[in-house]
């Protein structure tokens, strides 16, 4: 069998990409992508390429720790990026490798030696004079810094557990007889339609009916069970209520079936509230996933373009015309040391104020004009003589622009980077009220705490202030240096889903319906390559804006 084929067993994915992917997926072989903290042959992620101008990231299963959707962003991909690398330096990329959980990746040679890197260069090369990088010191770099890559997939694996992304999938080895201490059902409705992996060895995939209560007869059940099979479109209660592989799809190398839920309940079902039943995908090796189910009776019968899925589809939020947000990216600063990242995302905050407010007078007033001068650095002189421009075409002035920003928050080399510590952030609201001539101006912050720890509200407040219109740094993921970083969010998407935990394989004493939601954030990550993605969740230890 395929390598990269059986290590898919868990390929939830299925269900991700039927969200991300609403349009043609590319004809191409999705890219293999690896971890050097799981198994070398196991293929932790594979990237697709969708829409002739977007890619995704998506996890292989429930082993990587990681959400299902890893990174999603807008063509050249990483790999893309990665091979232009590599061939620039005559080098040739032969496996990929997920470096961290803020989406950086790296490439080996066929002798397993570093050739590229997605992370900026002096993050790898140990070389900070300017020169090109050769990598020499990255596997050395790589290993000193093993233990905070371990423990940053750590916490995302920890956050992960806590929902039910991928708690839904119970494996049952064979000869197990072992009761199921719990497990996730999902909630569907009539209408709906379940996405459902199988495998390449899979020999059936059958529908079992949970019975309400045990005082039901077999002959009951076996009413019910057939009741729930013509619900399922394409369930045999003739076959030992078995579904008809014959059905099935592939996407992403991946095998499913599409079971659509019929719209009318049958009369047997009058007064139930709700179908408890499960999934049982069982492989030639005797091994099974069983997912879970509840099935609600009660539900108001809905239109087909009223479905209801497993998960709702994403709702995205921005701030108003997104597209004057310039990309800016991080520069040597006489040729030794990077000018860090917090100072390019608050450049690129009041550029988009400045750039909005010049484009745009009649909407947003001429009270922003000021926040990018005609002087030397761009912090003093006169204003309206020109806006900040969307990329790096204003060299001098910008980069100057940008180094007064870095002295101001006090950014100190470390390690040939630029660090900015999330405590010194104030003097932005000095530069901003001085210049900003309009409204009330301030700057609002989440956390001026010593700790790098990622906390829920600071994505709350993130989420707020994207809504209400106002771009966002923020700084992503938590703790340790090799994973702090600051860029500017703009807008994200969410989507729902409603679960509830069972203690036994009865039914009996579940938990309450909760609703679960999944995020992903949408960043300026302040890089030349690749320079906007969305990434999962809102694992923020910084969030900060500028508002009047």
Known sequence: MDTCVNNLRALSAVIPLKQVCHGELFPDVPAAIYRDDLSSNYVAYWLVEFNSSQYAVVSAGAQTGDYKVSVQGHLPSPITVLDLTADGYGKSCYKYLMLSTDGKMMCRNKDGDIVATTAEDMLLTGNYSGEDPKFEHAHEYIEQRRSDLSAQWAARAGKVAKTSIWGNDNVVLRNDTSAVPSYTETYVRPGGVIYLPIYEDTVSLKVGYHAESNTQTAAESKTYQAALCRMLSFCSVNNDFTIDLSHKKTLLRQNYVEIAINNKVPVVFSGIQSIEFQLRVTMQTGDATVNHYSLDTTSIRQKRSEQYQRYSGYTEYAITHELYIPNFWQHKIKNSCYVGCAPVAWAMLFGYHER?????????????????????????????????????????????????????????????????????????????????????????????????????????????????????????????????????????????????????????????????????????????????????????????????
């Open 356 to 548: 909005r407010s010049s484009f745009k007078p009649w909407i947003y007033g001429t009270g922003s004009q000021n926040l990018y001068q005609c002087g030397r650095d761009g912090t003093s002189g006169w204003g309206n003589c020109r806006f900040p421009p969307s990329s790096f075409y204003d060299t001098v002035r910008l980069e100057k622009y940008i180094e007064k920003i870095a002295k101001m928050l006090g950014t100190f080399c470390m390690n040939g980077q630029g660090a900015t510590l999330h405590t010194n952030m104030d003097p932005m609201k000095r530069f901003f009220k001085a210049r900003q001539t309009s409204g009330r101006p301030d700057l609002i912050q989440t956390n001026d705490r010593w700790e790098v720890v990622a906390r829920d509200y600071i994505g709350e407040e993130t989420r707020k202030w994207i809504r209400q219109g106002w771009p966002v740094v923020v700084g992503i993921t938590d703790g340790g240096m090799f994973r702090w970083h600051y860029v500017l969010a703009t807008k994200y998407k969410a989507r729902h889903r409603k679960v509830r935990t069972c203690p036994d394989f009865e039914g009996v004493g579940c938990s309450s319906w909760r609703t679960e939601w999944d995020y992903m954030l949408y960043v300026h990550m302040g890089f030349k390559e690749g320079p906007t993605v969305y990434l999962p969740s809102m694992e923020l230890h910084y969030a900060g804006t500028a508002i009047y």
